[in-house]
């Protein structure tokens, strides 16, 4: 079985920070990307960010300069440092990894944690 905890949301003031973690546990044989994903109110799911096993990252416009994702290959987790945070940055945030165990590869998300930005 393989689990992905989430933890770090909560209510944060606009032009503030926060920051969400993501471990995935369980029989993992390797862990190709990692990533964040939010999903708003009345919205569809979309990405945030992403990050591969060597490091390399990749940005939705719409936080770039202000969202910093990386990665602890060694304890299989995930960071998503939120700066500058705005309203419209409130959402329900997902983990997303996708790894191989011993059935194959495939997407795995965590639970969600909730992010709010508000005065």
Known sequence: QVQLVESGGGLVQPGGSLTLSCAASGSIFRIYVM??????????????????????????????????????????????QMNSLKPEDTAVYYCKAVLSTATGIRNYWGQGTQVTVSS
């Open 35 to 80: 990533g964040w994903y939010r999903q708003a109110p009345g919205k569809e799911r979309e990405l945030v960010a992403t990050v591969d096993s060597g490091s390399i990252t990749n940005y939705s416009e719409s936080v770039k300069g202000r969202i910093t994702i990386s990665r602890d290959n060694a304890k299989n987790t995930v960071y998503l």
